[in-house]
């Protein structure tokens, strides 16, 4: 069984924490393929490649929060969507495939969290 079909089994998880939990280890997952397609091209990727490694960390922290339903997921829900947003931005800077795709899944990401929120 997957990370995200265990914590689908969660009962005190509502429908919308579910979906951000998925979008966040989605996240974490092409953040870190993102990460290591920068890694080979070069210092104009280095900020790119650690804005992903950071959101790849927040958000995977994030979704154990919402799981093992943490009083500060809420507080890391805020600090995913900006470091989301701001790596979606440099993300959307470079033509490389695995940074558009990147961008996409972090916007959503970021939405999701957002959402949480309010």
Excluded: K, P
Excluded at 84 to 104: G, I, T
């Amino acid at each position: 069984m997957s990370l995200t079909e265990t914590l689908s089994d969660i009962s005190h998880l509502d429908d919308e924490e579910r979906e951000c939990v998925e979008l966040c280890n989605e996240a974490t997952e092409v953040c870190e393929w993102c990460a290591d397609e920068c890694a080979g091209e070069g210092e104009e990727m280095a900020r790119c490649l650690r804005l992903c490694r950071d959101v790849a960390d927040i958000a995977s922290l994030h979704a154990r929060f919402m799981a093992r339903d943490s009083n500060y997921s809420t507080e890391l829900a805020e600090v995913n969507a900006g470091v989301a947003e701001e790596c979606a931005e440099e993300c959307d800077r470079h033509d490389a495939e695995h940074c558009q795709v990147c961008a996409d899944v972090l916007r959503e990401c970021a939405e999701s969290c957002r959402n949480l929120i309010s």
